[in-house]
């Protein structure tokens, strides 16, 4: 099952959207595979401290994406196959990029200061 014990919410982030990377990071990762069950709405609500309906949201945006699938009465299983999986990661990865990319320019890198600082935690291995 899903574990939503390590998700650690963030002020000033929409809740229903930190839900969603949440999943989508771990489908990514492959730490949440296809056919992983998710827990209850109800149970996220309550773990989280927050309203059910928020969860309903993230869910349902899971559910538009293709990413999990739910059934009246049966539980939410996750429904990303390599092909999504790749999409997903991909996805997130453009927007990581974007965001620093962002954060560089503003504070005035070079192209070449950008990848020479990037290249530099790539060998460090810094996570």
Known sequence: MVSFDDLVLVEGVPIYQQILR???LGIAGGTIPHGETLPSRRVV???LGVNP???QKAYRLLEEEGLIQSRSGAKS????DEAA???????LLREEAQSVVAAMKRMG???????DLI?????EGSP
């Not at 299983?77 to 990303?80: Q, R, S």
Request: net charge positive; charged share 30%.
């Open 45 to 47: 609500s309550a773990l």
């Open 119 to 123: 290249a530099r935690h790539w060998e």
């Open 109 to 115: 890198l070079s192209r070449q200061e950008a990848l």
């Open 22 to 24: 949440h999943v989508k």
């Open 77 to 80: 299983c996750v429904a990303a």
């Open 53 to 55: 309906n928020t969860v």
């Open 85 to 91: 999986r790749a999409r997903v990661r991909g996805d």
